[in-house]
């Protein structure tokens, strides 16, 4: 990363300090307290993707979602309710917050000043992190608003919920336009570093939208599982290509700053020992595979001041491939990509594998049965993709890893439960009859 770029993250970082898991500020989705209209929208696009880092990498979803599918628990505070299961409304009130008023009111209101002006990378730009944010947030929560939002400035402060199904078509379609507009001539603004992802690289952010787009159809086989693993292997080979090495994938990145590091880093300077790391099942498993990435996990790997928040990897995307090509028995294809996605885990950490990829319980095996493969792809995955979120979407869809329940009794909560803002304020449009065990209408 460059120095200016270095320059742009502290000072999108500076104003995040607000952010933090302890503040209970309530943010409504179409408020428009700080109005991004008149800002440039280069630094428009800077603060989105560090905002997007530090909440979507931090307290709030990637550890807390670790926690959730037994890569790390809870020991104090609410971290020790969350390790209860027990997760309440005003948990969640700031990292919702965060994530409309935070990250995607100013994007969509980049994306309409860059649609009107013809500045088609932050159009573009706009369009691929706005559906990547909202691929997130319903993840969590099932429907959320989006249509009806963010129209504060037409005093409209209540916003209607889409559907889930309806959120998965609108991202899809928010890639295909944010595709287009990279595709165009670009002859109008450019953000250079402050594109602190890419640098401006069009070509990469179109890797990047084909590559998120596979997650989004894999995250689907559960409705039609041959039909989505088809897809995700037709989507793999669309036009700009998809990510597939280490220099190409999509992360924030945070600096050796106490104030500007890395989000789970500063959590655990500031809470000291509210969670806590390398006693948990995920481990155990590891420890008793003998795995050489536990130490590197351990030491910091992904939880220094300087770890950057992984937004979309090259070895997901290959675990992602194996799962399609399994489900509809390509086994050459299968091992191929999950053998890559195993080898980029190691490779992202610095480690030698060794002879990992022979052992029985790692070795892909043609002749075991089709549930046996995906628990394998499944549980070196979760392996792979220590502290993101991702990982409780994939057991949530798939079954794999087997986790047991760390209350016995209860049940493994499946989505995190509406904010106390919006039962606050919007709540005539909440949906109703959820809990934490409801099922996302992808899991059904």
Same mark, same amino acid.
Not at 55 to 64: E, F, I, R
Not at 100 to 106: C, K, P, S
């Given at each position: 990363m460059t120095i200016l770029n270095k320059t742009l993250v502290s000072a999108g970082l500076a104003a995040?300090?607000?952010? *933090?898991?302890?503040?209970?500020?309530?943010?409504? $989705?179409?408020?428009?307290?700080? +109005?991004?209209? @008149?800002?440039?929208?280069?630094?428009?696009?800077?603060?989105?993707?560090?905002?997007?880092?530090?909440?979507?990498?931090?307290? @709030?979803?990637?550890?807390?979602?670790? %926690?959730l599918t037994n890569q790390v628990d809870g020991t104090s505070q609410q971290f020790k309710n969350y390790q209860l299961y027990?997760? $309440?409304?005003?948990?969640l009130t700031n990292c919702?917050? +965060? #994530?409309?008023?935070?990250?995607?009111?100013?994007?969509?209101?980049? !994306?309409k000043k860059s649609d009107a002006q013809k500045w088609y990378f932050f159009s573009g730009a706009s369009k691929i992190m706005t559906a990547y944010v909202l691929g997130a947030t319903t993840d969590l929560w099932g429907d959320i608003p989006y249509s009806d939002g963010f129209k504060g400035l037409d005093?409209?402060?209540?916003?209607?919920?889409?559907?889930?199904?309806?959120?998965?078509?609108? #991202?899809?379609? %928010? %890639?295909?336009?944010?595709?287009a507009d990279l595709q165009q001539p670009q002859l109008g603004l450019m953000p250079g570093d402050n594109d602190v992802m890419y640098s401006g690289s069009t070509k990469l952010w179109i890797k990047f939208a084909n590559s998120y787009r596979l997650r989004?159809?894999?995250? %689907?086989?559960? /409705?039609?599982?041959?039909?989505?693993?088809?897809?995700?292997?037709?989507?793999?080979?669309?036009? *700009?290509?998809?990510?597939t090495k280490p220099e190409e994938i999509a992360q924030i990145y945070f600096l050796a700053d106490p104030t500007r590091a890395n989000p789970i880093q500063q959590f655990n300077d500031q809470r000291p020992g509210y969670v806590t790391y390398g006693e948990s099942a995920m481990f155990e498993a590891m420890n008793a595979?003998?795995?050489?990435?536990?130490?590197?996990?351990?030491?910091?790997?992904?939880?220094? /001041?300087?770890?950057?928040?992984?937004?979309?990897?090259?070895?997901?995307?290959?675990?992602?491939?194996?799962?399609?090509?399994?489900?509809?028995?390509?086994?050459?294809?299968?091992?191929?990509?999950?053998?890559a996605g195993v080898l980029g885990s190691f490779a992202s950490v610095k480690t030698d594998p060794g002879d990992y990829l022979t052992k029985p319980e790692v070795k892909y095996n043609p002749n075991a049965s089709a549930e046996d493969k995906l628990k394998l792809i499944m549980t070196q995955k979760y392996y792979a993709m220590y502290l993101q979120a991702e990982n409780f979407t994939d057991w949530?869809?798939?079954?794999?890893?087997?986790?047991? +329940? /760390?209350?016995?009794? /209860?049940?493994?909560?499946? !989505?995190?439960p509406y904010p106390q803002s919006e039962l606050s304020y919007n709540k005539s449009n909440v949906p109703t009859g959820i809990s934490l065990t409801s099922k996302m209408w992808w899991d059904q």
């Open positions: 995040l300090l607000a952010l *933090g898991s302890g503040c209970k500020k309530y943010l409504d $989705v179409n408020e428009n307290r700080d +109005s991004p209209l @008149d800002a440039p929208p280069a630094a428009i696009l800077t603060g989105a993707q560090v905002t997007t880092g530090f909440v979507l990498g931090g307290a @709030d979803v990637a550890l807390t979602a670790s %926690l027990q997760i $309440v409304a005003d948990n919702w917050g +965060s #994530i409309y008023q935070g990250v995607l009111n100013d994007l969509v209101e980049l !994306r005093f409209k402060f209540q916003a209607k919920y889409d559907k889930q199904e309806d959120i998965y078509k609108a #991202i899809d379609g %928010l %890639l295909t336009a944010g595709i989004t159809l894999i995250h %689907l086989t559960k /409705k039609d599982p041959a039909g989505y693993a088809q897809k995700v292997i037709d989507a793999a080979g669309a036009a *700009g290509g998809i990510i595979l003998g795995d050489p990435r536990v130490d590197p996990y351990l030491g910091g790997a992904y939880d220094s /001041k300087n770890s950057p928040v992984y937004l979309i990897t090259d070895y997901e995307v290959n675990f992602i491939l194996a799962e399609a090509h399994a489900r509809l028995g390509h086994d050459a294809d299968a091992q191929k990509y999950y053998e949530r869809r798939t079954g794999y890893p087997v986790l047991t +329940s /760390k209350n016995p009794g /209860k049940e493994i909560p499946r !989505r995190y």
